[in-house]
């Protein structure tokens, strides 16, 4: 078994020179270390795709390699030349293209517009609109598609399939020479897939180099040649796909040392009577949910990510409510189309992205708690200084509660860290007395002391009845937070695992290999 | 919409490619509902008779031709409010420059096509430079600009030239120039779109700043190129009208609701007020809608302020046949 | 983030420290004014060192100060209203008709523009919430709308007076006043309004709702918020200021036809030194009230330098544009 890092640069040259370098490559973020002392080698004509649960650095990495962001230490290297770049353009100039999730394509114009954004071909000034559509169709050709999209159509015409073949194209269009692609089968369906492999397939014999990050284990195993694995940062081993299992790999991702400990679980005298009942729920996103949620339990919520976690949450509190099925709320049947009566039904939503969803920057620490009680009371409700009507007392008595860090409680949230933000938005929901709590990512963003913090209040919240759902994409949260774990995948639930399952078992079901038995096996290999 | 493939016939592929916006239909339709009321109220005579059908056109001239720059403006996802008082601008200086006199039509006219020129290089760097919002920026400047017509002039000040009003009642053989001139500048706006560079990038700032940025379009020229051209199509209006009323008077622009209106009929052309999509064709229909509907409210003899009210509501009515289907909430 | 505590050196130090931190909190509005109002002062100590003089400009600023605080709401939520201008000409001009040169139907006349205000208020909010026409481009229509039937119920100009009874409350004085010699009626009203509008504006849930809106739509939205009311009753609380203004500026005014033009600028500038931001969040009630005194006294400065009217238009566009520009540089700096 070959593996990279064993390797050593000029004369173990297996295949031919490394296309592309990166050396010692450092990133941090306030808080957080996102990549630390990265080295790789990326050769041409290989696939190699990048590893990784959610946070462990690979988008960091490939911002960096595209001239996104900045190194703070390493270097790059072009078919051995140092290199660096100021912006995504020069990047692109000097041949690494990059292709994000979310495309960067203007759906009100055309294919040809399109690719040739910033550098359309004129003379005083005027465009050769005909030499654009035939010099977009030299480049569609070159990916073999010039059958499947014509340069006069709209990209917002283009099948979600199709737009990405146009970004790859765009990309060959900039002769790049290494290609990232991010998370490239996400969207598509399987036949579209098979195209893909098919075209990139092609990229491999122009001899480009192709990266990809990816969740999805079997297509990293059906196109990859080597895979490379993160974790917290760091590179932990680069291995050739022929020699490695799912099961093993997925090992690699996870397996780590708990950085804290987390409160002790429920156990099931705890747990009270069924207060969330859902039967056979669908929308346009997601289906058939189905599940219970007790009294006092944490349910924990695993999945990677685009698995409809967040739109579980969403369609619970009715942001994006259930179109058909059965909801039933403290034994009430309900169905819920809107958050102000989730609210009134003692839902509680601690939604993922705080900045822009949970919390209004500008108001104070005080009007931010307190707005969920506000906006259910009558408008001509009266205030006095500490609080609301009655409770003059219950902001500072919530916010001691929360263990929230600050001087004042007029100070505007958005001078407030992460963890007391967070803090915030709890407070605002234990505020208007929800009995039902649903929290997306409660951790994300938030410096390791603040998480153990918040961890200890959830558990807390459950002990006086509180029923949580907790989101979460950190295996190691959910596996110490939580009772029972629902699994999602491609928009629905695959199972359900008991508490203190192992990550192994979760990734597996997460990722589309739910046969626990297989894992067990290949996983003693191992330890043998 | 289908998909055209590359080996589709060139006349397949040409007809497909010429999207006619479904303004059109409205104007057919505006057409079809001023006609009846021809009938009913006046026994139609209004579309019998082609002298008040050119009219209508006529009439349209002055807003439709700076309805080319607001859709220019509103494409790069910004907006022009000083549009009306830039032509009422251009109508006071270029009379009280030519004074009558045909020897003094250049210099007025390069005077206040530089006044045009540096009135949009203001809103654009404003917008840009200081980061102001377009609607206060270009507001402001209407402001700015009114306070100066009216420190300098009360009333109707000088004249234009006999020779000058060509441009206003002119006719080559049976049709007017202004319309000449309106065919002239739509076909410049929709090349200046579809055939340049500059029109690319505009549409590419306009859909997603970031993206152009991105991809290496320099985005606050291109904003503040809209910007100067959209007040040179108000300067241009400007000289229409007063070539037609042979003397500037300073109230000229906003009682023709210029603004306002360039704004709508740029809007149920179908152009996008958060920008990146539209064009001009679709703009030219909706300045004949409100050429249609006044001149039939005129001669209907309907009430001078009655037609204020209808146009503002109209106007709202208009905008709001396509916001209604966004899903954001408005501010 | 905790503030560090200092450990406080003791005596003057400290005191001074305290001073000037709490010096740096006063808005910038305050002194500006009180500078240009000494200015004024200076230069014509007549009409403003006398407690007459200074009473009268009071009058005089009073209905732009009310018309400021109507816009506040509406600027604290996130949205612009430029019908107020029409609104105080729709006032003068359908009230001098309405009136029909009688005293008696000054109390229903009034009632009726509340009532009518209430109507145009109503219009602009559902427009804005359930057809999602921008705020700006739905008061500019409505504007245009206001002032067209105002003009068509008088036929274009102007059909009585307005009459000594519905005049007092912009005109008339109390005369005989210790200290203050004598208080415009207009002044104790806006006195009155400030009040309500305060106590509305901080101390009610419907206020704290308005910025919630204006800080954060969709945080709002997933708190329970129900945005379109507040939204809705936030238009027609301007409205009712508007026709408030209206009724003191028809009467210490008269009727014009013109009267009202610009006032929607004006509100927003005045807003705009009274340190709201435009994109919604902020507001203080007091603030606004200053920065409508202000730009006033900016007014009344450029007349008394000999300055034609016309160009105070001209400085306003640049104040609105300057300011604008400086609240926005200034607090991406902070970012």
């Known amino acids: 078994m070959i593996e990279a890092d064993e390797k050593n640069t000029a004369e173990n040259t297996l295949v031919t020179e490394p296309l592309m370098e990166v050396r010692n490559i450092s990133k941090r973020f306030p808080g957080v270390v996102a990549l630390d002392d990265v080295s790789l080698q990326f050769f041409p004509g290989e696939v190699h795709a990048i590893v990784g649960e959610n946070g462990a650095g690979k988008s960091t990495l490939m911002k960096i390699v595209s001239g996104a962001y900045t190194p703070d230490a390493g270097e790059i290297y072009l078919s051995g030349n140092k290199v660096s770049f100021a912006h995504p353009v020069e990047a692109q100039q000097k ?21 040739f954004l910033g550098r359309e071909s004129a003379r005083f000034g005027t465009l050769d609109v005909r030499r654009m559509n035939r010099e977009a169709v030299k480049v569609l050709k070159d990916l073999g598609v010039e059958k499947m999209i014509s340069p006069t159509s709209l990209v917002s015409s283009l099948s ?9 194209a765009k990309a060959i269009s900039f002769k790049a020479r290494v290609l990232i692609m991010d998370e490239p089968t996400a969207a598509l369906t399987y036949t579209e897939v098979d ?62 040392a708990l950085d804290h400990y987390f409160p002790p679980l429920g156990s099931t005298e705890e747990f009270g009577d069924v207060v969330l009942r859902v039967e056979n729920a669908s929308n346009q996103i997601i289906k058939d949910i189905n599940f219970e949620l007790r009294k006092g339990e944490v349910l924990g919520v695993a999945g990677l990510q685009g698995s409809g976690r967040t739109e579980l949450a969403q369609s619970l509190f009715g942001v994006m409510p259930f179109k058909s099925g059965k909801m039933e709320l403290h034994g009430k049947a309900i169905a819920v189309k809107n958050p ?32 969920t009680v506000r906006s259910v009371r009558s408008l001509l409700g009266l205030i006095f200084k500490d609080g609301v009507g009655s409770s003059r007392k219950l902001v500072p008595m919530l916010g001691q509660q929360v263990d929230i860090r600050t001087d004042s409680f007029d100070r505007e949230t958005q001078f407030l860290s992460g963890g007391n933000q967070q803090k915030v938005v709890l407070a605002k929901w234990l505020a208007s007395d929800a009995d039902v709590f649903i929290f997306d990512e409660p951790t994300r963003g938030i410096d390791v002391e603040s998480k153990a913090g918040i961890h200890d209040m959830i558990r807390a919240l459950t002990k006086k009845g509180i029923a949580v759902l907790m989101i979460s994409s950190e295996l190691p949260e959910i596996i110490g937070m939580s009772d029972r774990v629902l699994v999602m995948a491609d928009h629905r639930i695959a199972g359900e695992l008991p508490a203190r399952s192992s990550e192994q078992d979760i990734m597996l079901m997460a990722t589309g290999h739910a046969n626990a038995k297989n894992a067990e096996k290949t996983v003693r290999v191992e330890e043998e | 919409m289908t998909t055209i493939t590359a080996s589709d016939s060139w006349f397949k592929r040409t007809a497909r490619s010429i999207h006619i916006p479904p303004v059109y239909f409205f104007l057919i339709v505006t057409f079809l509902v001023s006609g009846l009321l021809d009938q009913f109220y006046s026994d139609g005579q209004i579309f019998s008779n082609p002298a008040i059908m050119l009219n209508i056109i006529v009439r349209s001239v002055a807003l439709g031709i700076v309805a080319v720059g607001q859709t220019l403006v509103i494409l790069g996802a910004s907006i022009d409010l000083s549009v009306a008082f830039t032509i009422s601008i251009t109508a006071v200086m270029s009379s009280y420059l030519m004074q009558g006199e045909t020897a003094r039509v250049p210099m007025a006219i390069l005077a206040v096509f530089g006044i045009g020129l540096l009135i949009g290089l203001s809103n654009g760097l404003t917008i840009t430079k200081l980061k102001v919002n377009p609607f206060i920026a270009t507001l402001g400047m209407s402001l700015i600009i009114k306070g100066i017509i009216n420190a300098t002039f009360s009333n109707y000040t000088g004249s234009v030239p006999e020779s000058f009003e060509f441009f206003g009642y002119g006719t080559i053989g049976p049709i007017p120039v202004s319309i000449f001139i309106l065919l002239l500048v739509y076909l410049a706006g929709w090349f200046l779109l579809a055939r340049t560079k500059f029109g690319a990038h505009l549409y590419g700032v306009g859909g ?50 210029y603004d306002l209106e360039s704004i709508a009929t740029t809007v149920i052309g179908g152009t996008a007020l958060s920008g990146g999509k539209g064009g001009v064709w679709g703009t030219l229909a909706g300045v004949l809608i409100f050429g249609i509907l006044d001149t039939t409210f005129n001669q209907l003899g309907v009430n001078p302020y009655l037609k204020m009210i209808l146009r503002g509501a109209i106007i709202v009515l208009a905008v709001a046949s396509y916001t209604i289907r966004s899903k954001k909430e408005a501010a | 983030m905790t503030t560090t505590t200092v450990t406080p050196p003791g005596g003057i130090t400290t005191s001074l420290n305290n001073t000037w931190g709490w010096i740096k ?9 009180f500078i240009i109002f000494i200015v004024l002062g200076f230069l014509n100590p007549v009409k403003y060192q006398s407690m007459n003089g200074i009473m009268t400009f009071l009058r005089t600023a ?27 000409t729709f006032v003068v001009l359908v009230s001098s008709k309405l009136l029909a040169n009688d005293p008696s139907n000054a109390l229903p006349a009034i009632l009726i523009m509340l009532g009518i205000g209430i109507v145009i208020g109503l219009l602009n909010g559902l427009i804005v919430s359930y057809l999602k026409v921008p705020s700006f481009i739905t008061t500019l229509g409505m504007m245009l709308l206001v002032r067209g039937s105002a003009l068509y119920y008088v036929g274009g100009a102007p059909q009585g007076y307005l009459t000594d009874n519905w005049r007092a ?13 004598r208080v415009p009626y207009a002044l104790l009203i806006l006195i009155g309004l400030a009040i309500l509008s305060h106590f509305l504006f901080n101390r009610t849930n419907y206020g704290k709702q308005i910025l919630a809106i204006g800080d954060n739509v969709r945080a709002s939205q997933l708190s329970g918020v129900r945005v379109r009311l507040v939204r809705v009753l936030t238009f027609i609380f301007c409205a009712l200021m508007a026709i408030i203004g209206g009724i003191l500026i028809g009467g210490y005014g008269g009727v014009n036809v013109t009267i009202g033009e610009g006032l929607e600028m004006q509100s927003i500038a005045a807003c705009v030194v009274g340190g709201v931001l435009l994109g919604g969040g902020k507001g203080s009630v007091p603030n606004v009230i200053f920065g409508a005194f202000t730009l006033q006294a900016i007014v009344n400065l450029l007349n008394m330098l000999g300055l034609p009217k016309p160009y105070t238009d001209v400085v306003q566009g640049l104040i609105i544009i300057v300011a604008v520009a400086y609240v926005g540089l200034s607090s991406q700096k902070k970012q």
């Open chain 1, 160 to 168: 979600v399939a199709e737009q990405q073949l146009l970004e790859i």
């Open chain 3, 169 to 181: 409350f912009g005109r008339n004085y109390f005369e005989n006043v210790p200290v203050f010699e």
């Open chain 1, 340 to 371: 102000s009566k989730a609210i009134k039904n003692r839902m509680g939503f601690v939604t993922e992205d705080r900045k822009s969803e949970g919390l209004t920057p500008r108001q104070p620490i005080r009007d931010n708690i307190l707005l």
């Open chain 3, 25 to 33: 909190k006063i808005p910038p509005v305050y002194p500006v004014f």
């Open chain 3, 62 to 88: 009073a209905p732009l100060a009310v018309l400021a605080v109507g816009e506040m709401f509406v600027l604290a939520s996130g949205g612009f209203d430029l019908t107020v201008g029409a609104i105080v």
């Open chain 2, 208 to 257: 997603n700043s970031e993206i152009a940025r991105l991809s290496g379009v320099r985005t606050d020229r291109v904003l503040i190129g809209a910007h100067i051209i959209c007040s040179m199509t108000a300067v241009l209006s400007g000289f229409f009208l007063v070539s037609l009323m042979r003397s500037g008077a300073p109230w000229v622009g906003p009682n023709g609701l």
């Open chain 1, 195 to 256: 195209l893909l492999v098919n075209l990139i397939d092609r990229l491999k014999q122009k001899g480009m180099a192709i990266i990809f990050i990816s969740h999805r284990l079997k297509e990293v195993f059906d196109i990859a040649e080597k895979i490379t694995v993160l974790k917290d940062g760091k590179l932990i081993k680069t291995v050739v796909k022929k020699d490695v299992s799912p099961a093993e790999l997925v090992f690699l991702m996870v397996g780590r």
């Open chain 1, 95 to 115: 041949g690494i293209s990059i292709i994000y999730q979310e495309f960067n394509l203007l759906p009100e114009r055309t294919v040809a517009h399109n690719i």
